[in-house]
């Protein structure tokens, strides 16, 4: 085999001439995914915070629990909180429950998993997971994101009107 087949991809597509900031279109796409891995995760640490900040200053500026049911935003702004706070439950719940039946099938059925990896080289597709994962993990990102922003909109208004 020549020099410039190794694994079936031409050289000059692994490696770059010492220009660019990565050697690799590999080691870019690893960069790619370990930022979004991050961010992804940040926005989980964020939102929990930000959440519990939340219930903390409508308990502050409120005053009492009834404090907090006279005004319309407290409330609301609990509600949502407190949604941001139920997916993050049940979106740990749902997805260690499928990434564990991911798991358990592809130690179970190491040749179809094999065949699925070769399959899957260079597409677009959601192996390793499944697109129930990658769903999943995408809507429970926006339900945090915006719910959590949605409760700190609903408090600052409350704030303002009190």
């Known amino acids: ?8 991809q031409n050289q000059s597509s692994q490696v770059s001439d010492g220009n660019g900031l990565y050697n690799s279109p590999q080691e870019a796409l690893k960069k790619v995914s370990s930022e979004y891995e991050y ?6 640490e ?4 930000m959440c519990y900040a939340l219930i903390a200053a409508n308990w502050v500026i409120f005053g009492s629990i009834n404090g907090v049911l006279k005004s319309i935003w407290a409330k609301s702004s609990l509600v949502m909180v407190m949604i941001a706070l139920g997916s993050n439950v049940i979106a740990a719940l749902m997805l260690s429950e499928s990434l564990k039946k ?3 099938y592809g130690e ?14 260079g597409k677009n597709v959601a192996w390793p997971f499944t697109d129930t994962i990658q769903n999943t993990g995408r809507i429970m990102r926006w339900i945090k994101g915006c719910f959590t922003i949605a409760g700190a ?6 704030v303002i009107v009190k």
């Open 153 to 158: 909109m609903c408090f600052i208004i409350g």
């Open 108 to 121: 179970g059925h190491a040749e179809v998993w094999a065949n699925q990896f070769e399959q899957a080289i």
């Open 1 to 8: 085999m020549s020099d410039e087949l190794k694994g079936g």
């Open 102 to 104: 991911q798991m358990d």
């Open 46 to 49: 964020t939102s929990l915070q």
């Open 39 to 44: 961010w992804s995760g940040k926005l989980t």
